[in-house]
T-cell receptor
């Protein structure tokens, strides 16, 4: 069975300090992995995606994520948090199947950034 | 391009009422999906479509109907609204790969 686990429901950091949002997945196949961000009262926006190319993926707004197959992890990081990074972040697994693909969302991690 | 648009933004219904949530995309995407978002549960797939005339059920389809008569539109119908359907609904489209583009959402309250 496929699943996505975001290990923290809430993360709080100070502005200028590093961000780490953790994601583990379970899949029988090589999945595609995504991080989406949702700002308050907005839709979801793609931050970055991994599709079996380079294991370190760079996204928008200074975020990056590293795919570690041995640890089945895809953690999201940023060296220095900005106030504008405060939002909810979703780790997503996408699996190819006959006729299309199956998408599984993690429960989300809400990031708080303190001044 | 407007991307993915949804109407209405907000809606209040009484139990038993019916309504249709509208979704349209102007990117000529084949894949379209409807999700509901509830606190602490991420997004859950309601129904999806892989092209005009083709729809299928997702994880939580009960109480919802969809149709796909054109590539652009993918309406979601609530036949008899229940309080358990209070949620935020997102429509998404994809070109057939896996990156999805989301609409701004419809916030629904069922009393």
């Amino acid at each position: 069975a496929q699943s996505v686990t975001q290990l923290d429901s809430h993360v709080s950091v100070s502005e200028g300090t590093p961000v780490l949002l953790r994601c583990n997945y379970s899949s029988s196949y090589s999945p595609s992995l995504f991080w989406y961000v949702q700002h308050p009262n907005k839709g979801l926006q793609l931050l970055l995606k991994y599709t079996s190319a380079a294991t370190l993926v760079k996204g928008i707004n200074g975020f990056e994520a590293e795919f570690k197959k041995s640890e089945t992890s895809f953690h999201l990081t940023k060296p220095s948090a900005h106030m504008s990074d405060a939002a909810e972040y979703f780790c997503v697994v996408s699996l190819h199947r006959t006729g299309g693909f199956k998408t599984i969302f993690g429960a989300g991690t809400r990031l708080f950034v303190k001044a | 391009n407007a991307g993915v648009t949804q109407t209405p933004k907000f809606q209040v219904l009484k139990t038993g009422q019916s309504m249709t949530l509208q979704c349209a995309q102007d990117m000529n995407h084949e894949y379209m999906s409807w999700y509901r978002q509830d606190p602490g549960m991420g997004l859950r797939l309601i129904h999806y479509s892989v092209g005009a005339g083709i729809t299928d059920q997702g994880e939580v389809p009960n109480g919802y109907n969809v149709s796909r008569s054109t590539t652009e539109d993918f309406p979601l119908r609530l036949l008899s609204a229940a309080p358990s359907q209070t949620s935020v609904y997102f429509c998404a489209s994809s070109a057939g790969g896996e990156t999805q583009y989301f609409g701004p959402g419809t916030r629904l309250l069922v009393l």
